[in-house]
């Protein structure tokens, strides 16, 4: 009788968390921005679930459960995201592949005024995640070490501002020494930066999330695990 209580017990677990996932209910507490790839564009629009600002998107095409950029593709934030972002605390999450380690500088999302003062992208050099500062310092933020892992699967990348911290698959890759800022520029692009060379991402992003505040570890990774469910 016991024995059959335990199983009744973690098959209820299961279905609760199995029923959790398939809702695909990410943590909603200080959401501002919600990109879904399933959900399309709409005339090279992508359209954010929550505050419903518009990206506008060039070259970029609809592959599977995710778009696709070729490393000429890129969009365009509404400008109406600094309006949204009113702390200096925030979590950035991007899901994304990027089959193979990059080449050259890449970058995944970025300030629209200036190059990468905030945001992501990918420093081949010294094979390193590189998060910059957004608050008048140019020169700020931080750079991770990246494992070639980084590019071998889907995965959620995400970084706290300005806790200095970032994370793969709901691991630590490192912490920073000094603050991070989230941008309160005019917008922002995805899928390269602000410059005349672009440095354009190559690959497949699926979902894009912006909060307002710092995301606990838990959390990150129970958002980990609805992004593996929808898009494996």
């Not at 691991?171 to 672009?198: C, P, T, V, W």
Request: hydrophobic share 40%.
């Amino acid at each position: 009788m016991g024995l059959m209580w335990c199983w009744l017990r973690v098959i209820k677990i299961w279905l609760m968390k199995r029923s959790l996932l398939s809702s695909g209910e990410y943590i909603q507490d200080g959401i501002i921005l919600h990109l879904n790839a399933m959900d399309g564009l709409v005339d090279n629009k992508w359209v954010d679930r929550v505050n419903g600002l518009e990206v506008s998107m060039s070259n970029v095409l609809k592959s599977g459960k995710g778009l696709f950029f070729d490393g000429s593709a890129y969009g365009m934030v509404d400008g109406r995201i600094r309006d949204l972002l009113t702390s200096a605390n925030a979590t950035l999450e991007i899901y994304f592949y990027r089959p193979g380690k990059p080449a050259d500088f890449e970058v995944l999302l970025s300030d629209m005024v200036t190059s990468v003062k905030m945001g992501c992208a990918f420093l081949p050099r010294n094979e390193s995640v590189i998060i910059r500062s957004a608050q008048n310092d140019y020169g700020k933020g931080q750079t991770y070490k990246y494992d070639a892992s980084l590019f071998t699967r889907n995965g959620l990348l995400s970084m706290t501002y300005s806790a200095s911290n970032c994370f793969f698959d709901g691991k630590q890759l490192a912490s920073g020494s000094e603050d991070n800022y989230i941008s309160h520029s005019s917008g922002m692009y995805i899928g390269r930066r602000n410059s005349f060379d672009g440095s354009f991402f190559r690959g497949y992003i699926y979902s894009i999330r912006i909060y307002n505040r710092i995301l606990t570890l838990d959390e990150i990774k129970h958002n980990c695990k609805i992004d593996k469910y929808l898009y494996s």
